[in-house]
């Protein structure tokens, strides 16, 4: 056996009974959420954002999670980039965030959608200057001759906005996830973790199970 296989962790923190979750799966990622930020996890809000194509080829990155309500969750990106081309032809996607020091992992499937370009403005000039202008100055997920070419077009962009506010690129915004499945996962000892998936219902009503680990 590889070293690679052998590395494994045995999780006995705390356990997730149905009893301990609240019935509104955004109520208990709150919860959770609370719990993970008290905790001083790096990047809290680090999360694996999961889209495919329409051809169903799957792909998946990081992003921020920038907010989160009985809405839905969101975050900001490039509408030009990759994932935003998918999420064009195929607006559906997939979220999971990893808590390892709480041995945690939350699931969340949904329908997505942008949001406004109010929403998006008020985001945007919320960012660092240097942010902004590098949303401007990044084609992001084109290919591009050298790192040079972007320093430049970087360098172009922070004289063009120098004292001046930074114009907000239409192709520069957020989506939304609006879930229609969560599942709340916690570590166990021996491989028999617990994880509970709300499921949301024709009648907009969560419905809770036990999934096997
Ligand atoms: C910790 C971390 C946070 C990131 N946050 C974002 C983000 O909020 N928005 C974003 O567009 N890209 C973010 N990225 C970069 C993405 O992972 C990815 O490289 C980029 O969005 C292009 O993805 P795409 O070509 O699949 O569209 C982040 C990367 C890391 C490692």
């Not at 045995?10 to 009974?17: A, F, G, P």
């Not at 954002?49 to 969750?73: C, M, Q, W, Y």
Request: hydrophobic share 35%; with cysteine; proline share 5%.
């Amino acid at each position: 056996m590889n070293s690679i296989a052998n590395i494994r962790k045995n999780y006995s923190l705390k356990s997730l009974l149905e009893s301990d979750v609240d019935p509104d799966p955004i109520k208990q990622f709150a919860k959770w959420w609370e719990e993970a930020r008290k905790s001083e996890i790096e990047e809290v809000n680090a999360m694996t954002l999961a889209t495919a194509s329409s051809d169903g080829f799957p792909s998946a990155r990081i992003v921020l999670l920038k907010n989160f309500s009985e809405k839905g969750f969101s975050f900001f990106t490039n509408y030009n980039s990759f994932k935003g081309k998918q999420l064009e032809e195929n607006p559906k996607a997939c979220l999971v965030f990893f808590w390892k020091e709480m041995e945690r992992q939350v699931r969340v499937t949904g329908l997505v959608e942008k949001l406004s370009e109010e929403d998006n403005n008020i985001y945007f000039h919320s960012r660092p200057f240097e942010s902004q202008v590098g949303a401007v100055a990044s084609p992001q997920s084109e290919v591009i001759s050298d790192r040079e070419w972007l320093q430049k077009k970087y360098e172009l962009h922070q004289m063009e906005f120098k004292g001046m506010e930074v114009s907000k690129p239409l192709h520069w915004g957020g989506y939304l996830v609006k879930p229609v499945i969560i599942e709340f996962w916690q570590g166990q000892p021996g491989r028999l973790h617990d994880r509970l998936q709300f499921t949301l219902d024709e009648n907009g009503s969560w419905k809770l199970e036990r999934l096997a680990p």
